[in-house]
């Protein structure tokens, strides 16, 4: 049996068997041989695998997650059998007397130019297909062993190095009962995907990966940031209690999903949720959420190979404001960069990504990526209560160019004849220091404030929020870092504007009551921590939080923060 300690970062127990996650090395070298017959047939019994795993898949997901999402598998199945690049393949090893996997690798990747090039979108996105079967016939002419993630089919405990935002996406909850990387943050995208996915997670243990093998039994503790590996059987006995505890728990606090939320002392704040992509609607509205406060919106541009059209948009934004069913959605425009990449866009390699060309600055250069998004919000405005707000604001200028652009677009479409609803509000994300120190002039132009600590911490402190080696620095209870949300507060309460947060220091049961306090009006956050907010908020009188605040602003360090609010609480 070995623990190991890592960071929560969903919370939740699991207890199943570990899924190695591993990218295998997909290099094929250029290999002569003396026996083309023996590689047709190699080639043929690698075709026949791959073409019996397409149909076990297909045939699954179409019982599982319905004719939709069988469909990619079933045009897999069609360039598995496309006789041209079956033929180009056998032609290749027989006339050049090259290996089956070299063969084939090189027909892939021009039958990849070619469907690139093309004209159509439909076409181009036949290149990712192209892609993954290369690699399932690979995997087989190689000798290698790799699971898409979408594949799993027992109940696992995922293992990884690290996991992608969109890797994270593709989790199959009903199989992948939790997961367990050596890097990542609390912060990381994969980290919060995993809570939308309601799958318990440990990120940061720096060696799980080396000390697992595949099938060792696996205890995530997303609540305690612990991974246990081979337990014994007390040990797992003890987990299954916790794990029912806490979905007892859970089953408690659906009591409050239709109740408003309001302290002790009678004071409504809103409880809103951060989204990914339309179908996490669901998880807020079963969790009670009174709004939508972050829709990262970046993930509709994740994982296709060209851009969201402006109607794909259009349809994504219209979905989620007709199901918020007119409470407000405030949706951020493109978020880029960081650890959020897009292959299709072809990027340079940054030193430091993370203060790089990202979000609005790439926005502002790329007005036609920029200008595409803003028409499909604004088209969609009418179908619900939309709220924009840009990323990454580090001056006024850059607000002040964003917004032209919107009223230009705004401007354009009206003559075109369309309507668009006159209450869309505009607002910014804080998460840049010059922006929280200077939000007093911030203020006279903006709707509102929405505070992204995950980033104004990880700038505040200087702390990478990708590197546990400095996770310790991501201290959302440093009194550094509440004066600046204090900052915030007060220069839009001035002047009339109302402030969200909506990074994860929202959600977060030991901030909750000093946000309350330094008079925060939405706190935007998982969905599942809505409940449990609305649960700890009912039980806090706002003017006593108020004290508690005001003592916390004057304390030298977080530790100190900490331990003034468990007195409180105690
Ligand atoms: C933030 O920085 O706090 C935030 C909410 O944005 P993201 O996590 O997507 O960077
Ligand atoms: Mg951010």
Known sequence: MLKIDGIAASPGVAIAPAFILENPDFTVHHREVSDPEAELIRLDEALSKSQQELENIKERTLQELGEKKAEIFESHLLILNDPDLITTVRDRITTEKVSAEYAMNVTAQEFIAMFENMKSAYLRERAVDMRDITKRVLIHLLGLTYVNPMEIDKEVIVIAEDLTPSDTAQLNRKYVKGFAANVGGRTSHSAIMARSLEIPAVVGTKEVLGQVKNGDLIIVDGLDGKVIINPTSDLVEEYKEKRDKHLQQIEEWKQLRGVATTSADGVHVELAANIGTPNDVTGVVENGGEGVGLYRSE????????????????????????????????????????????????????????????????????????????????????????????????????????????????????????????????????????????????????????????????????????????????????????????????????????????????????????????????????????????????????????????????????????????????
């Open 299 to 570: 993930f509709l541009y994740m994982g296709r190979t060209e851009l969201p059209s402006e109607e794909v948009q259009f349809n994504a934004y219209k979905t989620v404001l007709e199901k918020m069913e007119g409470k407000p959605v405030v949706v951020r425009t493109l978020d880029i960069g960081g650890d959020k990449e897009l292959p299709y866009l072809d990027m340079p390699k940054e030193m430091n990504p993370f203060l790089g060309f990202r979000a609005i600055r790439l926005c502002l250069e790329r007005q036609d990526i920029f200008r595409t998004q803003l028409r499909a919000l604004l088209r969609a405005s009418v179908y619900g209560n939309l709220r924009i707000m840009f990323p990454m604001i580090a001056t006024l200028d850059e607000f002040r160019q964003a917004k032209a652009l919107l009223l230009e677009e705004k401007a354009n479409l009206e003559s075109e004849g369309v309507t668009i609803s006159d209450t869309i509000q505009l607002g910014i994300m804080v998460e840049i220091p010059s922006t929280a120190v200077l939000a007093d002039q911030f203020a006279k132009e903006v709707d509102f404030f929405s505070i992204g600590t995950n980033d104004l911490i990880q700038y505040t402190m200087a702390a990478d929020r990708m590197n546990e080696r400095v996770s310790y620095l991501y201290q959302p209870y440093n009194p550094a870092i509440l004066r600046l949300v204090k900052m915030v507060i007060d220069a839009a309460h001035k002047e009339g504007r109302w402030v969200g947060m909506c990074g994860e220091m929202a959600g977060d049961a030991t901030a909750i009551p000093l946000l309350l306090g330094l008079g925060l009006d939405e706190f935007s956050m998982s969905a599942t921590s809505i409940l449990p907010a609305r649960s700890q908020i009912a039980k806090l009188s706002k003017a006593d939080m108020q004290k508690l605040a005001a003592e916390a602003l004057q304390l030298g360090t977080a530790e100190e923060v900490v331990q003034l609010v468990r007195n409180i609480k105690a």
